[in-house]
């Protein structure tokens, strides 16, 4: 028994919840092992304050009522608000940044426009020699190309001559 200490016992399980055969164990050896009689001692004094200290009762400062009644008004204010308030309060950042880029972007499209590239539209014009307005009007044709009269005519003379 000189050669094992009880300090192991003591680490394990609280003092309050060690049997009585540990108990007297622990006794007896702490007669003769004064680092085990020191842990024993500790172990009994941590014991005693953990006691006192859930003995102790923590009355709250004077004034914890009050601050927390406010806090709580506080937070049925907030949520009384109305709802477009606090949407914008939380994504009015957001929102005006998006307006300004927005305006930003509309300054340089009427301010700085067709600076060196081609639109869709006019890459389409070049490509193609007719013009919706030629097209309609019949103008701009050459003497070889027929004419969209000449070709309802030749469509339904056809029909005319069978008869």
């Known amino acids: 028994m000189k050669d094992k200490h009880i300090v192991d016992i003591l680490e394990n399980a609280p003092l309050a919840g060690l049997t009585e055969s540990e108990m007297i164990l622990i006794r007896t050896h702490v007669k003769g092992c004064a680092a085990c009689q020191r842990a024993y001692e500790a172990a ?6 953990i006691k006192e200290r859930t003995a102790e009762a923590i009355e709250p400062s004077p004034f914890f009522h009050t601050r927390l009644m406010a806090a709580w008004r506080e937070q049925q204010a907030i949520e009384r608000a109305p709802a477009l308030g606090r949407l914008w309060k939380s994504a009015g950042a957001f929102v005006s940044s998006l307006a300004v880029t927005t305006a930003a972007l509309a300054a340089f499209s009427f301010l700085a426009p067709g600076s060196g590239t081609t ?30 009269g000449q070709v309802l005519s030749t469509i339904y003379a056809n029909d005319s001559e069978a008869k």
């Open 44 to 49: 009994q004094l941590s014991t005693l304050l």
């Open 119 to 148: 639109t869709l539209q006019e890459t389409a014009v070049a490509l193609s020699p007719y013009s919706a307005e030629s097209v309609v009007l019949d103008q701009n044709q050459s003497d070889d190309q027929m004419t969209y």
